[in-house]
């Protein structure tokens, strides 16, 4: 699996303190955490369980920034300067990767690569620490993708019904999506009873949804239909992106059985 970012910054600034890092959710987070170890102090803004795209701030929030130096963030959420001018300090703030859905590992091996490449270029001293764990976390999650990519035959182009922002990982398990449903909020009578009819014309076998944006969002659709329901997560419920990984993995093929 190739891995698109490439160490080319040349690390500059040497201290002895930790580096105190924010990340705005627990996705990036995990990656801080994996690479960085001990040798940073990371606050996470967003737990792992809430829509970092709803999300409203505390002032828990604002006095945990004032003691960051850098800010991570995906790019999508709405909040981030908003924030900033809340703080006393100015966090440099730094987007890592794009839109695109970072449960998928080819996408969250970039962002793993731009991290460690920012944690090098602010901490020359412990350079060598932040590439060797990046390189046995790239390992980690290449051994995990081969594992489920072998495990995941038996459930390809079975016929599934998901909230939208699982499209991208069910795609990527290589499922056939009859139909995905907005987050709970938009879900309309109308758009209800399409996705029912659907799923009762296709058969499908499953109805997954997303933690973030409501668990229940679809479960009148199996209700109605009589199907497995089952819900994922977007982020990494602990410290962990590959445990997180498989057992969304675990949580499909379980379904499907």
Not at 224 to 234: D, G, K, R, S, Y
Request: hydrophobic fraction near 45%.
């Amino acid at each position: 699996m190739a891995v698109l970012f490439l160490f080319s910054i040349q690390c500059a600034h040497i201290s002895s303190k930790k580096t105190k890092i924010a990340a705005t959710t627990m996705i990036l987070g995990s990656i801080v955490h994996q690479i960085a170890g001990d040798k940073a102090e990371l606050i996470t803004i967003v737990p792992a369980g809430m829509c970092p795209g709803h999300f409203d701030m505390t002032s828990e929030n604002i006095m945990s920034l004032n003691k960051a130096s850098v800010l991570l963030c995906h790019g999508w959420e709405t909040w981030t300067e908003k924030l900033l001018d809340a703080v006393d300090n100015e966090p440099l703030l730094r987007k890592i990767g794009s839109g695109d859905n970072m449960m998928i590992p080819d996408n969250h091996l970039v962002a793993a690569a731009n991290i460690t490449s920012l944690l090098c270029s602010l901490d020359n001293v412990n350079r060598d620490f932040y590439i060797d764990n990046h390189r046995r976390y790239v390992d980690t999650i290449d051994s995990l993708v081969m594992e489920i990519t072998m495990k995941s035959a038996k459930i390809k182009g079975r016929k599934v019904m998901c909230s939208a922002l699982q499209e991208e990982f069910i795609k990527w398990l290589g499922l056939d999506i009859v139909m995905v449903y907005p987050r709970a909020e938009e879900l309309t009578p109308r758009i209800l009873a399409d996705a029912i009819s659907r799923a009762k014309h296709e058969n499908i076998e499953l109805v997954i949804d997303n933690l973030q944006s409501g668990a229940d969002a679809g479960l009148v659709i199996a209700e109605e239909t009589e199907t497995e329901h089952i819900v994922l997560t977007n982020f990494p419920l602990g410290d962990s992106y590959p445990e997180t990984l498989m057992q969304n993995f675990l949580t499909v093929v379980q379904a499907l059985q």
